[in-house]
């Protein structure tokens, strides 16, 4: 057995025999022609981006009939890759000059335009690296003549291994067969991430190289809530991954029961509101779905990675307005740009050489260093307010400072708008995230500022205990039930109550139901979580008697090890919930 840890992108486990994608794509012929073929060379190249574009405009609309607009996007953005005049320009001098085949052609100026790309940022290039393969795969297939799919229709459920996938191949992928995918390569905020979210396949990219330990056919374990990938279990590890996918498996229908009409109180009546983490627009009907009380955490990275250029402020309206429509009068928290650390793009002036980023110009320390780039977005969120109950949320606010400095900004944005006669909502909620120590530290004085609090335990976590839960060589000190953290909860949960702000938690640790008697027994009454996790955690709450939650949480507090925490925790869950495996 192999255990390899990879960066999760899209929660979930899955057991299978490994598909092993061909990593090698569409031969080329042939690189040159004979000078009295250069025309119709240019001609095939011509037909091939017209063929190419169409079938993109294909893929898009089906795409967004599954999945939404948004979704339909990414491979939208496509077309105008293959209808671009320069792309097809430079193609076409390559041909004239060189007397390159079509083929050639398209190869070389797409790697030649990645490599110039990678010269001045690359980082940007990594970034669009997939898109532009994806280009090139999809010109040569139509220059060919392959328009096979291996990936489309599998025979048999399989859990799909490779290298990297393109965004168009990942598109094509179809739940029912494809139970997981794990690549070598990729990042959090690819293309091929997001979609693999969006289709809730377990997916955990960027696992380094692995591909040579693994046949087909071979049984593979895709956890892509913590980001492993384990080849050849052995038959404990094996056994426990059963039952917890089972877990997963019965959880995931409970969305379908009458249940989720019910709202979420537990055995002796205190009421406990779960909303849903978002960062597409399409994300609001399945949180809606499930039964979530609101939106806590509506990411907005979204509307800038993988782009050139910063949304508009209309493109930012519109995206808020969709979400806050769909939920009518429940409320959705918004929380402004929190690029940085390992979300970046070029045109929000992020320097992507820094040394330590998660230290570096992140969240509401890049905004304040570019205020029009700030400024834009709280003008749409303050327009969209008028279409639901909108709240406002600042991320990564290390000091006091901070906050008040974002506050200003923000008053100074209502006073534009209401110059300008632009209807707003004037008491819209401000809230902080508390995701680094000196937050937690200084809670009593932010909740003074704000009118609520939402925990980011991720961060928290990372912050406190100084360990990065992506790098695998200390990834065993990341553990959210550490003393530390908890501690940490306990005090921002203790000054929000002393000036009446609620608190919410929003990171992984609020959507795992091993952890929700801990949280209410510390005084938390409102989680936040993935779509996917509501059910569940209604279930696990519906079961909870808060004089017994107060009492474990007591006893968490006096213990010193996350060892200690994690088996009181299995020994509470196994007599609460007795049929399922933490």
């Given at each position: 057995m192999e255990i390899r840890r990879g960066i999760a992108v899209s929660e979930g486990i899955a057991i299978g025999p490994a598909l092993v994608l061909d990593t090698e794509g569409v031969r080329?012929?042939?690189?040159?022609?004979?000078?009295?073929?250069?025309?119709?060379?240019?001609?095939?190249?011509?037909?091939?981006?017209?063929?190419?574009?169409?079938?993109?405009?294909?893929?898009?609309?089906?795409?967004?009939?599954?999945?939404?607009?948004?979704?339909?996007?990414?491979?939208?953005?496509?077309?105008?890759?293959?209808?671009?005049?320069?792309?097809?320009?430079?193609?076409?001098?390559?041909?004239?000059?060189?007397?390159?085949?079509?083929?050639?052609?398209?190869?070389?100026?797409?790697?030649?335009?990645?490599?110039?790309?990678?010269?001045?940022?690359?980082?940007?290039?990594?970034?669009?690296?997939?898109?532009?393969?994806?280009?090139?795969?999809?010109?040569?297939?139509?220059?060919?003549?392959?328009?096979?799919?291996?990936?489309?229709?599998?025979?048999?459920?399989?859990?799909?291994?490779?290298?990297?996938?393109?965004?168009?191949?990942?598109?094509?992928?179809?739940?029912?067969?494809?139970?997981?995918?794990?690549?070598?390569?990729?990042?959090?905020?690819s293309h091929t991430a997001i979609l693999a979210g969006a289709l809730e396949i377990p997916a955990v990219v960027g696992v380094g190289k692995f591909l040579n330990d693994v046949s087909g056919g071979d049984t593979v374990i895709v956890d892509g809530t913590q980001g492993l990938v384990i080849l050849d279990p052995d038959d404990a590890t094996l056994r426990r991954y059963e039952l917890l996918r089972r877990a997963q498996l019965s959880a995931s229908g409970i969305h379908r029961l009458p249940t989720r009409e019910v709202p979420a109180v537990t055995r002796d009546g205190s009421r406990i509101h779960l909303h849903g983490n978002i960062e597409f627009p399409s994300e609001a009907?399945?949180?809606?779905?499930?039964?979530?009380?609101?939106?806590?955490?509506?990411?907005?990275?979204?509307?800038?990675?993988?782009?050139?250029?910063?949304?508009?402020?209309?493109?930012?309206?519109?995206?808020?307005?969709?979400?806050?429509?769909?939920?009518?009068?429940?409320?959705?928290?918004?929380?402004?740009?929190?690029?940085?650390?390992?979300?970046?793009?070029?045109?929000?002036?992020?320097?992507?050489?820094?040394?330590?980023?998660?230290?570096?110009?992140?969240?509401?320390?890049?905004?304040?260093?570019?205020?029009?780039?700030?400024?834009?977005?709280?003008?749409?969120?303050?327009?969209?307010?008028?279409?639901?109950?909108?709240?406002?949320?600042?991320?990564?606010?290390?000091?006091?400072?901070?906050?008040?400095?974002?506050?200003?900004?923000?008053?100074?944005?209502?006073?534009?708008?209401?110059?300008?006669?632009?209807?707003?909502?004037?008491?819209?909620?401000?809230?902080?995230?508390?995701?680094?120590?000196?937050?937690?530290?200084?809670?009593?004085?932010?909740?003074?500022q704000v009118d609520f609090f939402s925990i980011g335990t991720n961060d928290l976590v990372q912050y406190t205990l100084a360990a990065d839960r992506n790098n695998e060589t200390v990834a065993d000190l990341y553990n959210p039930a550490d003393p530390a953290v908890l501690r940490l909860i306990a005090q921002v949960v203790k000054a929000a109550a002393a000036c009446n702000v609620p608190v919410t938690v929003c990171g992984e640790m609020s959507g795992e139901p091993a952890y929700t008697a801990l949280l209410v027994g510390l005084g938390i009454r409102s989680l936040s979580a993935t779509p996917r996790k509501i059910p569940e955690l209604k279930r696990t709450v519906l079961a909870l008697a808060v004089p017994d939650a107060e009492k474990l949480a007591a006893e968490a507090l006096r213990m010193e090890t996350a060892r200690e925490v994690n088996a009181l925790l299995s020994a509470h869950w196994r007599r609460t919930l007795p049929d399922q495996e933490v």
């Amino acid at each position: 057995m192999e255990i390899r840890r990879g960066i999760a992108v899209s929660e979930g486990i899955a057991i299978g025999p490994a598909l092993v994608l061909d990593t090698e794509g569409v031969r080329i012929p042939f690189r040159t022609v004979p000078a009295d073929r250069v025309d119709g060379e240019i001609a095939r190249l011509r037909a091939a981006l017209l063929d190419a574009a169409d079938s993109a405009r294909v893929r898009q609309q089906s795409l967004a009939d599954k999945l939404g607009d948004d979704m339909g996007d990414i491979i939208g953005s496509h077309v105008g890759l293959f209808e671009d005049p320069k792309r097809q320009a430079e193609f076409e001098s390559l041909i004239r000059v060189h007397n390159y085949s079509a083929e050639y052609a398209v190869s070389r100026g797409i790697r030649g335009y990645l490599k110039r790309l990678e010269a001045n940022d690359a980082a940007w290039a990594a970034r669009l690296r997939p898109d532009f393969l994806d280009l090139e795969k999809q010109l040569l297939g139509a220059l060919v003549g392959d328009r096979t799919q291996p990936l489309a229709q599998p025979g048999t459920p399989v859990v799909v291994v490779a290298n990297d996938l393109t965004p168009t191949e990942t598109s094509q992928l179809d739940p029912k067969t494809v139970h997981a995918l794990a690549t070598e390569s990729g990042g959090a905020t690819s293309h091929t991430a997001i979609l693999a979210g969006a289709l809730e396949i377990p997916a955990v990219v960027g696992v380094g190289k692995f591909l040579n330990d693994v046949s087909g056919g071979d049984t593979v374990i895709v956890d892509g809530t913590q980001g492993l990938v384990i080849l050849d279990p052995d038959d404990a590890t094996l056994r426990r991954y059963e039952l917890l996918r089972r877990a997963q498996l019965s959880a995931s229908g409970i969305h379908r029961l009458p249940t989720r009409e019910v709202p979420a109180v537990t055995r002796d009546g205190s009421r406990i509101h779960l909303h849903g983490n978002i960062e597409f627009p399409s994300e609001a009907r399945p949180c809606l779905d499930r039964g979530a009380d609101g939106i806590g955490l509506y990411r907005t990275e979204f509307l800038y990675t993988n782009k050139s250029h910063d949304p508009t402020e209309e493109e930012q309206y519109e995206a808020y307005c969709a979400v806050l429509t769909e939920f009518g009068s429940r409320p959705v928290v918004i929380r402004t740009l929190d690029l940085g650390g390992d979300k970046f793009v070029p045109a929000t002036g992020i320097a992507a050489a820094e040394k330590n980023p998660f230290l570096g110009l992140r969240s509401v320390r890049l905004c304040l260093r570019n205020l029009p780039l700030f400024k834009t977005q709280l003008r749409a969120i303050l327009r969209a307010s008028v279409h639901g109950d909108a709240r406002v949320m600042f991320p990564m606010i290390s000091t006091v400072m901070e906050l008040r400095h974002c506050k200003s900004v923000w008053r100074e944005v209502q006073e534009d708008l209401e110059e300008a006669g632009i209807p707003y909502k004037h008491d819209l909620p401000v809230g902080t995230m508390i995701e680094v120590p000196s937050a937690a530290l200084m809670a009593d004085v932010l909740a003074k500022q704000v009118d609520f609090f939402s925990i980011g335990t991720n961060d928290l976590v990372q912050y406190t205990l100084a360990a990065d839960r992506n790098n695998e060589t200390v990834a065993d000190l990341y553990n959210p039930a550490d003393p530390a953290v908890l501690r940490l909860i306990a005090q921002v949960v203790k000054a929000a109550a002393a000036c009446n702000v609620p608190v919410t938690v929003c990171g992984e640790m609020s959507g795992e139901p091993a952890y929700t008697a801990l949280l209410v027994g510390l005084g938390i009454r409102s989680l936040s979580a993935t779509p996917r996790k509501i059910p569940e955690l209604k279930r696990t709450v519906l079961a909870l008697a808060v004089p017994d939650a107060e009492k474990l949480a007591a006893e968490a507090l006096r213990m010193e090890t996350a060892r200690e925490v994690n088996a009181l925790l299995s020994a509470h869950w196994r007599r609460t919930l007795p049929d399922q495996e933490v």
